[in-house]
């Protein structure tokens, strides 16, 4: 489980100091990205006057899918542009000149591109990472925090430069005082840690 792999690394980078870190004032906003296909995703295969061939396939666990004339193909990582390229390579075999267009659905994305939230939220879990997508988009997505949670002792743990790094942010200004400072922008990858208050 993945999930719990990035659960077990946050708990482990945190080492009992839930509040540490720098607190986050990056509001620059990534530079866009093609979405990358990852396990779980759901993609529509259509080859051109080829119905027969054409089919709506998961992407396995593993990253791979399987079609008709095509088995165990890499799908995981790449965009869906470059997995019909992939397609139509592998299906030149079988047919003269395939034309393939590949239409991603039930977005889950690779898991380095995912946000997880661990700890105090109402639903902790991993969320597909949207473009522009900040704090409050997290939270809603997860149903906010319990009333257990120590919401201005979150930390966001961010991949830096190839280093895990952690950053303080504000949940309860963000919730309860609606301040909007509070929201930042999220990253995929991103980790979000809400510790438990100790009364």
């Known amino acids: ?24 004032t990056d509001v620059t906003v990534p530079p866009p990205t093609d979405y990358l296909i990852g396990p779980g995703d759901n993609v529509q295969i259509i080859v051109w006057r080829n119905p027969e061939v054409s089919q709506a ?39 003269q000149q395939p034309v393939v267009t590949v ?49 201005n002792k979150a930390t966001i743990i961010r991949n830096v430069d190839g280093r895990p790094q952690q950053f303080r942010v504000r949940l309860n200004d963000l919730i309860k005082e609606g301040d909007i400072t509070a929201n930042v922008p999220m990253r995929p990858g991103d980790i979000l840690v809400v510790p438990e208050s100790f009364f």
């Open 57 to 95: 396939v998961p992407v396995r666990p593993d990253g791979k899918i399987t079609t008709p004339l095509v088995e165990d193909l890499p799908a995981s990582g790449k965009t869906s542009t470059e997995l019909a390229r992939d397609i139509e390579k592998a299906l030149a075999k079988y047919i």
């Open 103 to 151: 239409i991603v659905t039930g977005f889950t994305g690779t898991y380095g591109e995912q946000i997880r939230v661990i700890g105090q939220a109402a639903r902790p879990q991993a969320l597909p990472y949207r473009r522009d997508m900040s704090l409050m988009d997290v939270l809603i997505a997860v149903g906010g925090v319990t009333e257990f949670a120590a919401g």
């Open 1 to 24: 489980m993945a999930w719990w792999s990035a659960a077990m690394l946050a708990m482990a980078l945190l080492g009992g100091c839930a509040g540490s870190g720098t607190p986050l």
